[in-house]
């Protein structure tokens, strides 16, 4: 179930599949186990759909989010095995709530037009950094590309190739660090078939929204996944 909403949420938005699964799979994995499930489902389902958004392609606009996102996933994996990652997610997860509902709350949102490319590399290297720490990385570029006022097909075009390259550079480096095993292997051959088929359906449901139609779509998506993350990450600290 958890593979499955996951699969739909990303093919409608491009991104926020790990934050939906992890929702789910939190009550039943081990975060170590979780993490690396998470991004090998949420490039699964990046890839699958890739070829549905080429025409908003501007590689010009994608690469510095990419070059960027480089540097901060070796760290994202670096928290993960020595920071406190649960209070990490919780902080985090309440904070994409208060934005996504502030978006929401809003007509018409700023734009932020300085910074350039510069800053664009920035925010890429925010998200690799929460993709190293479980796949995470989407909900940056998408608030970001938003911030900039990039239109509906740029911006999911953006975030897939962007998530795509964060999740090959995560799962690399957990193979290095054994975080990438035969148990996230066999979990995977589970959850992939329900997350692959709900993420072709979620991609149709994407080609019918309307670009403001969009825009809330994935504000409502940053909004739960905000607290998805942070209920999670807050029951597992009163857990323990």
């Not at 502030?102 to 950094?129: C, E, H, N, Q, W």
């Not at 149709?204 to 779509?217: H, N, Q, T, V």
């Amino acid at each position: 179930m958890g593979a499955a909403l996951g699969g739909l949420v990303q093919g409608m938005t491009g991104f926020a599949f790990s934050v939906v699964a992890l929702s789910f799979w939190a009550w039943a994995l081990a975060p170590e186990t979780a993490a690396p499930l998470a991004v090998l489902g949420a490039l699964l389902g990046q890839l699958s759909t890739l070829l549905s958004v080429r025409r908003g392609f501007e590689w010009g606009r994608i690469a510095p989010f990419v070059i960027g996102g480089l540097f901060g996933v070796p760290l994202g994996v670096f928290i993960l095995h020595n920071v406190d990652p649960l209070r990490f997610r919780l902080v985090l997860g309440i904070l994409f709530a208060l934005y996504g509902a502030y978006g929401l709350a809003l007509s018409d949102a700023p734009k932020v037009k300085i910074g350039g490319r510069t800053l664009d590399a920035f925010m890429g290297g925010i998200g690799g950094l929460l993709g190293g720490l479980g796949g995470l990385s989407g909900a940056v570029p998408a608030i970001w590309t938003q911030l900039r006022g990039w239109k509906r097909d740029l911006r999911r075009a953006t975030m897939q190739v962007y998530n795509i390259a964060m999740h090959c550079l995560t799962l690399t480096i957990y193979s290095q660090t054994h975080a990438l095993n035969a148990t996230s292997w066999k979990l995977f051959a589970i959850t992939a078939p329900p997350m692959v088929i709900a993420n072709v359906f979620g991609m149709r449901i994407y080609k019918r929204f309307s670009e403001r139609g969009f825009a809330r779509l994935v504000l409502i998506s940053i909004t739960l996944s905000g607290l998805a993350l942070a209920l999670g990450a807050a029951r597992t600290i009163w857990k323990g």
